[in-house]
């Protein structure tokens, strides 16, 4: 599979992605032996646990990463945001902190890469205000990866996957033509995953 998707032009990350949106956990697992290196790692758990929310995922996560990528970093923000959202009022100001931390650094590091971008614009939208939250400025970052991503590919990140979440940004800011964009998006063919986003988002 792996060969065959080199030929085809496509990175794991994108495997990962088309397993992704099936809506099928195993067929996120079953890329698991193919994974080479820490980011293919980071980025199967980054998936598999918004399809499953299961806790082994998010159990066991380092507090940092030694000469860390700007992807690396913003995926395990990303899992560490997970676990933030399930922590107790304790550990909520210790697992926040090291959230945004690893984010900063990401972005820091390469604010234009497509998942950094996509992990950051979803951290501002889910994200409270009293913790830097910002709906408006998650719309601005979706909007920006949107351009990005339709204007050239992007590794792991669908041209599809950004008008979704473009179209979610504009529904949490409540923007008037969010209804027009999402009825365009189920005039195509979605995978499961994102009709069922569509249909019953967050």
């Given at each position: 599979?792996?060969?065959?998707?080199?030929?085809?032009?496509?990175?794991?990350?994108?495997?990962?992605?088309?397993?992704?949106?099936?809506?099928?956990?195993?067929?996120?697992?079953?890329?698991?032996?193919?994974?080479?290196?820490?980011e293919d790692t980071l980025l199967l758990r980054y998936r598999l646990y918004a399809?499953?929310?299961?806790?082994?995922?998010?159990a066991e996560l380092p507090s940092d990463l030694d000469s860390a990528s700007a992807?690396?970093?913003?995926?395990?923000?990303?899992?560490?945001?997970?676990?933030?959202?399930?922590?107790?009022?304790?550990?909520?100001?210790?697992?926040?902190?090291?959230?945004?931390?690893?984010?900063?650094?990401?972005?820091?590091?390469?604010?234009?890469?497509?998942?950094?971008?996509?992990?950051?614009?979803?951290?501002?939208?889910?994200?409270?205000?009293?913790?830097?939250?910002?709906?408006?400025?998650?719309?601005?970052?979706?909007?920006?990866?949107?351009?990005?991503?339709?204007?050239?590919?992007?590794?792991?990140?669908?041209?599809?996957?950004?008008?979704?979440?473009?179209?979610?940004?504009?529904?949490?800011?409540?923007?008037?033509?969010?209804?027009?964009?999402?009825?365009?998006?189920?005039?195509?063919?979605?995978?499961?995953?994102?009709?069922?986003?569509?249909?019953?988002?967050?």
């Open positions: 599979m792996a060969a065959a998707a080199l030929l085809l032009g496509l990175c794991f990350g994108d495997l990962v992605h088309d397993a992704y949106v099936s809506g099928s956990p195993d067929a996120v697992r079953a890329l698991v032996r193919q994974a080479e290196t820490r399809l499953t929310q299961s806790p082994g995922l998010i992807r690396e970093l913003a995926l395990l923000s990303a899992l560490w945001g997970y676990r933030t959202a399930d922590a107790r009022l304790i550990q909520l100001v210790v697992y926040g902190r090291r959230t945004l931390g690893l984010l900063n650094r990401a972005l820091e590091q390469d604010p234009d890469d497509p998942l950094v971008m996509l992990i950051d614009g979803q951290s501002l939208l889910f994200r409270p205000g009293i913790a830097g939250g910002s709906k408006e400025r998650g719309l601005e970052r979706i909007e920006a990866l949107n351009r990005r991503v339709h204007a050239a590919p992007a590794c792991g990140i669908a041209p599809l996957e950004a008008d979704i979440w473009l179209w979610y940004a504009r529904y949490r800011n409540d923007e008037p033509d969010a209804e027009v964009l999402r009825r365009d998006l189920l005039e195509r063919e979605l995978p499961p995953l994102y009709r069922e986003f569509l249909d019953a988002p967050p």
